[in-house]
């Protein structure tokens, strides 16, 4: 079975830095979610914490998942061809095959349904048939991934444009500064998803996504320091 | 017409009235301040001392509550809870 990776080989690691950074932002926002719970007793701040910790989970595992295929393709580099910037790397053991795919998979269903219950939070949806169906469908869209990579962060993109115009319609509403920095920061992280779109014309694209992705994540920091650490 | 006041919408206004007194209400004042009935009050009041937010003083003028410090730090960290809830679409 061949794998493909997508960053270029001098990208190896540095793209799991940026998405450390990521895992910071969504276990700070979740945790204090979770504290805004503890006071207030409301479902909604639950929910989102949930969202939060769930993608910070994704991103866990994404980086676990791109450290266990970088070694294989670094020992592969050291014993065999490479075909200039996509590598073809033939997988001879089996376990670190399914550790990739699983963790994947499971990388980007979880992703998905971190946005999938913050699109419903934001909205104040709470038809679970609906929730059900939506879960299925995201279900689908990982696993159709594994076929083409287009499923996912098609599907992605558009949960994140969803977010932005809720958070767009926010700032509107309310103008201020740190509104205006969550919607900007769910923009950023919705361009980075149309990025990796075009990874398969150009790799860099994977580099320029990657950094878009870590500049939302510090947007989103930077409105949570306004909020909640500065005095 | 407003939407019903959560149960810390009630407290943070009451600890907010006390705060705009300077930190220190009589209990009458605080009922009217804070949109409260008797009853509803003292049941929040005691919670209040019970948690350590507000102490009962008696001055000349008669019984006082005041605010603490652990109440003015609730104040603040309440206030950047609606912040962050505002902020979030919450």
Known sequence: ?231 | MNSRRTRMDIVFDMLRAIQNKGGKIKPTHLMYKANLSHSLMNSYLGELVEKGLVIGETEKTGKMLALTDKGYDFINQFKKMKEFEKAFGL
């Open chain 1, 1 to 231: 079975m061949y794998e493909t990776i997508f960053s270029p080989p001098w990208f190896y690691g540095i793209d799991s830095l940026f998405e450390v950074v990521g895992i910071i932002v969504t276990l700070l926002i979740g945790s204090y979610c979770l504290r805004l719970y503890s006071f207030s007793k409301k479902d909604t701040h639950r929910n989102f914490a949930v969202a939060f910790f769930i993608i910070c989970a994704s991103y866990v595992l994404k980086v676990l998942t791109n450290y266990v295929v970088y070694n294989s393709v670094i020992h592969q580099l050291l014993m065999s061809h490479a075909y200039g910037d996509a590598i073809a790397v033939i997988k001879a053991v089996r376990f670190s095959q399914v550790l990739f795919i699983g963790g994947f998979l499971l990388h980007r269903f979880l992703f998905l349904l971190g946005l999938l219950i913050m699109f419903y939070v934001l909205n104040h949806y709470r038809n679970r048939p609906n929730f059900a169906l939506h879960l299925y469908f995201i279900a689908l869209a990982t696993i159709a991934s594994y076929y083409s990579y287009l499923a996912y962060y098609l599907t992605a993109a558009l949960f994140l444009l969803l977010i932005f115009s809720v958070y767009f319609t926010n700032y509107k509403e309310k103008s201020n500064t740190i509104t205006m920095l969550v919607a900007l920061s769910f923009f950023t992280l919705f361009l980075s998803q149309l990025c990796y779109i075009f990874v398969i014309f150009d790799l860099r694209a994977y580099v320029v996504g990657e950094f878009l992705q870590l500049a939302g994540f510090i947007v989103l920091l930077c409105s949570y320091y306004l909020l909640v650490l500065k005095k």
